[in-house]
């Protein structure tokens, strides 16, 4: 069964440094797609970047980039330079099986908290 | 344009009694998506619909759950009756197609059953 684990429930980084967050996925449907989402502390759900399973290069949205090691099955996301209002759970979620428009699997989330 | 939009923003109500949520997609995403968070817990989908029709209802907890999605615009969430372990928070999301596009949430109902 398709699966995604986050297994840092909470992060700690200094203001402008950069942090990764981790997520692994299980799937042996050969096309898929990654998401990362942020919730901060005003509860709504905020799409970041997208990574897809035949994508050769690693996604970017800015200070976002996502570490995809297929062989691995990891999709960590990376923040650069993080800012205060990074602080929020970060959500790491995968879509499959492209014919049907399947619904997303989320993984249990991780809490960032950015220091100033 | 404008995002998914979810109302109530909040709703406390009894044990055994009913509440509707309401969920407007953004326009023109046929595809309509149900999600709780429970409190502590992971994000669970609920169901999904294409236009007016449920693709797939696997996530509704029970027949409690009622989705509606009439004239494929809208759609509703009823709970009847609502019991404790309802409480959480009840996420909407649409797409534009079935495939890989990035789901836009609304900014969810918080849901308490007391």
């Known amino acids: 069964a398709q699966k995604i684990t986050q297994t840092q429930p909470g992060m700690f980084v200094q203001e402008k440094e950069a942090v990764t967050l981790d997520c692994t996925y299980d799937?042996?449907?050969?096309?898929?797609?990654l998401f990362w989402y942020k919730q901060p502390s005003s509860g709504e759900m905020i799409f970041l970047i997208y990574?897809?399973?035949?994508?050769?290069q690693n996604a970017t949205e800015g200070r976002y980039s996502l570490n995809f090691q297929k062989a691995r099955k990891s999709a960590n996301l990376v923040i650069s330079a993080s800012q205060l209002g990074d602080s929020a759970m970060y959500f790491c979620?995968?879509?499959?099986?492209?014919?049907?428009?399947?619904?997303?699997?989320f993984g249990a989330g991780t809490i960032l908290r950015v220091k100033s | 344009e404008a995002g998914v939009t979810q109302f109530p923003s909040h709703s406390v109500i009894e044990k055994g009694q009913t509440v509707t949520l309401r969920c407007d997609p953004i326009?023109?995403?046929?595809?309509l998506y149900w999600y709780r968070r429970v409190m502590g817990k992971e994000i669970k989908f609920l169901l999904h619909?294409?236009?007016?029709?449920?693709?797939?209802e696997s996530g509704m907890p029970n027949n409690r759950f009622l989705a509606e999605r009439t004239g494929g615009t809208y759609s509703t969430l009823k709970v009847q009756p609502a019991e404790l372990e309802d409480s959480g928070v009840y996420f909407c999301?649409?797409?534009?197609?079935?495939?890989?596009?990035?789901?836009?949430f609304g900014n969810g109902t918080r849901l308490t059953v007391t």
């Open positions: 999301a649409s797409s534009v197609d079935r495939g890989y596009s990035p789901l836009h």
């Open positions: 326009s023109g995403h046929d595809n």
């Open positions: 979620a995968m879509r499959w099986d492209r014919e049907y428009g399947n619904k997303l699997v």
């Open positions: 990574q897809g399973s035949y994508d050769q």
């Open positions: 799937t042996s449907d050969p096309s898929y797609g």
């Open positions: 619909f294409v236009k007016e029709s449920k693709q797939d």
